[in-house]
């Protein structure tokens, strides 16, 4: 009977001793990627999912290492810094093999080999080779290697997010050209069925080499070397390849490379992105700004208060606060608090990190807002709060306060929708709220105009809701004022 007490209870505490275990031979890695970038890295656009040459090749890698994977998408100017300050392990984002990368960063063996092509305008008879370019404008990726073929080809540039971008941007006559990887361009002509641009040659006859980034001396490196070398032998990396392009761009001269994307009308496009979009307003973009409206809110009544106490060095706190936070543009405090406090040991997520950064802005303009209202109180409200005996906090809790909220309720609501469409620098910090989601269709997809617009119709709905809500208020707030 001991024994079989004893076997029982060795059974039951066989998954708790073999989880640490399991955890230990399966580390989280996180993979950096655009998500903005086929036929590398995009959203499926009948699922939403992430996929791509990239995306799989990872997947295989993570495999065989014994990895699990954690996908974070980022803007390919903003995923070096990510590395850096740790909140990726690894990029995956057909990262150009070049010495100063080698110097700074760890990057494993080659996964895919393609060549740079020049880009024109259909029928533009100025540019024909990469030395045409020269004194020209092109769309490039601003920290990518191909923006640099370009600058030392003695190219302007044009920063932009992603290939889909840039050919809009040539079609539209705004640039002279692109110079990119011809696999991203083959695959942007056969998905969007455009005839606006054209390859017009290459950048040289030197074939690019793409691989992994890690940080440098990560083992995470020679582990992801190995499954390299183990996938490409037993033919798992020449399958990911042919499945996408039809060749194998796992080694050099595989083949001519094609895209396996069709082209989709714009209803289907615009139907398919208008739930993903909706979910991402409710799980991200609402909460974000509430949070955010509330705690800023909060700090902006404390601020406002200090800015009119009668101590100067308080007074003195809150003007320097004011100042920094009015003087700074959203987009600048929002790197600071995601990329630039981890050095200093402060490291948020990016909901937490795009709750500060944003609360504090609001707290910087509604301090403001919140003095004047109380600054408009008339004077005499105070000398009758303490002839009846009210105390300094009970005035302002009791008579001030309510008589200045309803004196500010229209500057804050503009605050709060000013708010409402802020969110949308959040991808900036990783996060996928719903404008990023119609950044990612519209980059798979190169219907600009029409996922945008939609985006921006469902912030238009928000404000107007905001606004009746706003008008009640008022109304509300009202019912008590003499004429």
Known sequence: MRSLVLLLQLFLLAPLLASPAQAAEQPVVRVGTEGTY????????????????????????????????EFVETQWDAIFPALESKRLDVIANQVAI????????????????????????????????????????TAQSSTSSWAKVARDAGANIEAVEGVTQAAALLAEGRVDAIVNDNIAI????????????????????????????????????????????????????????????KADVSVPDGGDVSSQRGHRSIWAIVGETAWPMF?????????????????????ALFVALARISPVRALSGLARAFISIIRGTPLLLQLFIVFYGLPQIGLKFDSFTA?????????AGYAAEVIRSAILAVPRG??????????????????????????????????????????????????????????????????????LYSFAGLYYWLICVGLSAIQKRTEARLSRYVIA
Not at 52 to 66: E, F, N, R
Not at 419 to 434: A, I, N, P, W
């Open 354 to 362: 795009a709750t500060i950064a944003f609360s504090l802005n609001v």
């Open 186 to 245: 083959l695959d942007y002509l056969s998905s969007t069925g455009s005839d606006k641009v054209e390859i017009v040659g290459t950048v040289d006859d030197k074939i690019g080499e793409q691989a992994l980034a890690f940080r440098k001396d990560d083992p995470l490196l020679a582990q992801a070397n190995q499954a390299i070398t183990e996938l490409k032998a037993d033919g798992t990396l020449r399958g990911i390849s042919e499945r996408y392009f």
């Open 381 to 450: 409200q105070f000398e009758a709060a303490a002839t009846v005996g009210l105390s300094p906090a009970q005035a302002y809790r009791r008579i001030i306060l309510p008589q200045a909220g309803r004196i500010a309720v229209p500057p804050l609501s503009n605050t709060l929708l000013s708010l409402v469409k802020d969110t949308s620098l959040g991808s900036v910090v990783l996060l996928t709220e719903m404008f990023r989601v119609s950044q990612l269709a519209a980059a798979e997809s190169n219907e600009f105009l029409a």
């Open 38 to 69: 086929p036929p590398f890295s995009f959203h499926d656009s009948k699922t939403g999912q992430l996929t791509g040459y990239d995306v799989d090749v990872i997947k295989a890698i993570g495999q065989k290492a014994g990895w699990r994977l």
């Open 98 to 137: 070049t010495d100063a990368r080698k110097a700074k960063y760890g990057l494993s063996a080659t996964y895919t080999y393609s060549r740079g092509v020049v880009v024109r305008r259909k029928g533009d008879e100025r540019i024909k080779s990469l030395a045409d370019i020269k004194g020209k404008t």
């Open 279 to 299: 979910l991402a307003l409710l799980k991200v973009t609402i909460p974000l700004t509430a949070l955010s409206f509330a705690i800023g809110l909060l700090l």
